[in-house]
């Protein structure tokens, strides 16, 4: 099982992204955003940080690099793949997953931990979970308020295609507490949380990030 | 060679957080009654054999996100 993690320039949580995939037991490949070439993998992770200096909009260029039109293509065959924040954000400008990211409420850069339930444990990155299982993942980012069109979001909300929300406080205002979202076919799934930050106790505040990692291990 | 503007802004049913912080600053210089909200300016050198279709596309497809920003392409 290998697994992809993609490096723009600005992308700052690819190197957590990776170790989270071999904890969870499979290699981690670095994907490279000037390559049209995904490597064979099994699946894509989309890590955080400031592609492109968040230049234009957050994830705007890097939707646009040569690697993210492999991503698309891939996805369209049902390939997995995990955005979580900017990468949840390349996710939304690539059209890959409904709605936007937007300056948050208070325009504070919130970071801090965060409690979110699962609402979604059908999803290529969500089966290790309960459906209504609450986790602890550290959230950090500033334009994380989630927004769509009403026909979208009553359409995901609909579909139960929100896959996880916050709960015990929304740190920026996101429509409707969500805090991720999937795919209509539960292969592509964006949050701005960061499971990837909660795989050890000796970092992270929890371990409950891990279950996305070893989730998709059991959809490919 | 033309100049064309594509001026971007957050849909009305948006919240515009920078906007309303900005409208707020006012009230700190001692001016009230103005309510800002914050947009874009780009300004584009153009070949004369890019068409309108074309400008539209690009502010579509990359200078503004349809999600959740209104556009507006201006030949100068």
């Known amino acids: 099982m290998r697994i992809g993690v993609i490096t723009f320039p600005g992308t700052l949580d690819d190197v957590d992204a990776a170790r989270a995939v071999r904890y969870a037991g499979a290699e981690a490949v670095s994907l490279w955003h000037g390559d049209h070439d995904l490597q064979g993998v099994d699946a894509v992770v989309v890590p955080g940080g400031f592609s492109y200096g968040d230049y234009l909009r957050a994830g705007a260029i890097a939707s646009l690099a040569p690697i993210m039109r492999e991503v698309v293509d891939g996805a369209a065959k049902g390939l997995p793949v995990l955005g979580i924040c900017n990468g949840f954000q390349i996710l939304c400008e690539a059209d890959l997953l409904p709605g936007a990211l937007t300056r948050n409420e208070k325009l504070h850069f919130v970071c801090r931990d965060q409690a979110l339930r699962v609402e979604n444990a059908d999803t290529a990155w969500t089966s290790g979970y309960g459906a209504g299982e609450e986790i602890v993942v550290p959230v950090k980012n500033a334009e994380g308020r989630f927004v769509a069109a009403p026909e979208t979001l009553a359409e995901i909300e609909g579909e139960g295609r929100v896959a996880f929300r916050y709960v015990g406080g929304n740190p920026n205002g996101s429509t409707n507490d969500i805090a991720g979202v999937t795919s209509a076919n539960g292969r592509v799934v964006g949050l701005m949380p960061h499971p990837e930050h909660a795989i050890d106790l000796l970092t992270g505040p929890s371990v409950q990030g891990l279950g996305l990692f070893t989730s998709v291990l059991a959809a490919v | ?76």
Request: hydrophobic content about 45%; proline content about 4%.
């Open chain 2, 1 to 76: 060679m033309a100049r064309v503007v594509v001026d971007v802004m957050p849909k009305p049913e948006i919240l515009d957080v920078q906007g309303q912080a900005v409208s707020r600053a006012l009230t700190r210089i001692g001016v009230s009654g103005i309510e800002v909200r914050q947009g874009k300016h780009f300004e584009l050198e153009v070949d004369d054999s890019v068409d309108d279709e074309t400008l539209h596309r690009i502010a579509g497809d990359l200078l503004a996100n349809p999600v959740i920003e209104d556009w507006k392409v201006t030949r100068l």
